[in-house]
């Protein structure tokens, strides 16, 4: 009866283009690797190659039995990652609640950096507002949390300050303040004011509201598809979010007199004191807390 160190020769031999290339993946020698093909042979009752020419190639069976092996290899991998992973006491799902803001080009390079190091962990991303992500950590509906400082004091969460995110006032082009070549205060009141809160009511500490009518919405996301495709009113927006639109003329940026520079409210890393701290979680919150540099 064929076995899995079989199979494996025989896709390393496709993949490779030889025998000998199988055999020194597989740290065999060549004539185990030809011996372990003929026994797949003998098994299956199907000539799997072609050996009349000096390379050889899959024959037409070869070729549709070739399909099914590589699925079963991978199977075994992933089987064996899981074992793995129970043994290494890694964790079988982790669960991080961000504000929609952070869903930076850096989260997606950690993230990817995490797939690797743990194959059999899976992840699961909510999206919600800041002043929601603290109340989903607390309550244990996720693991760690992303989200814009909260200046009130949480007994159930450990906070870790990580960095600054910079926003810039936006407006559609068509917008009266896009005429304005320097807005201060008074001329921001007037126009309509997109903000974001979370779903309890609660507005971020770092977001002010300026304007005297507003629009609420629980994401930075959706305010910015508000803006991008009508003139309902201006926003602060994370920079990074809208600078391809206002490079293109789809947005434009307000020149805000009373930002000297450019304001970048601080993020904060939230994990709660409860949380029992396995592998894959460490090393989130070991890795996250560089998403800003």
């Known amino acids: 009866m064929y076995n899995i160190d079989q199979l494996r020769m025989f896709v390393y ?3 490779l283009g030889s025998f000998s290339a199988s055999a ?9 690797v030809s011996q372990g093909i003929n026994n797949l042979e003998i098994d299956f009752n199907v000539q799997l190659f072609d050996r009349s020419t000096r390379k050889p190639t899959l024959t037409a069976q070869g070729q549709q039995i070739f399909k099914q092996v590589k699925a079963i290899i991978l199977q075994v991998e ?24 952070l869903l930076l080009p850096s989260l997606s390079k950690v993230l990817d950096k995490f797939s690797q190091t743990f194959p059999a962990t899976e992840l699961e991303l909510m999206a919600a ?85 507003v629009w609420w919405a629980n994401s930075f996301v959706a305010i910015k598809e508000m803006i991008v495709h009508s003139s309902v009113g201006w926003a602060y927006l994370p920079r990074y979010l809208v600078e391809n639109e206002i490079r293109h003329g789809k947005l434009n940026q307000i020149n805000v007199s009373f930002d000297h520079k450019t ?16 592998p894959g979680l460490l090393w989130l919150e070991e890795h996250l807390k560089t998403l800003l540099d």
């Open 24 to 32: 020194r993946e597989l740290g065999k020698v060549q004539s185990a």
């Open 129 to 213: 507002a800041s002043t929601d992500v603290n109340r989903l950590v607390s309550q244990d509906r996720a693991d760690i949390g992303l989200m814009f400082t909260d200046l009130v004091f949480h007994a159930d969460s450990e906070p870790c300050f990580i960095g600054n995110l910079p926003f810039v006032a936006v407006c559609h082009p068509s917008h009266a303040l896009s005429k304005v070549s320097v807005a201060k205060l008074p001329d921001l009141i007037p126009h309509r004011q997109l903000i974001l809160r979370g779903n309890k009511g609660k507005v971020i500490d770092h977001f002010p509201v300026v304007a005297g009518k």
């Open 13 to 15: 031999a496709v993949e």
């Open 263 to 278: 304001w970048s409210p601080p993020v904060d890393l939230l994990i709660s004191k409860k949380a029992t701290k396995g």
């Open 78 to 101: 992933d089987l064996n990652s899981s074992v793995n992973a129970i043994n290494n006491q890694e964790e079988g799902l982790l669960r991080i609640a961000l504000d929609d803001a």
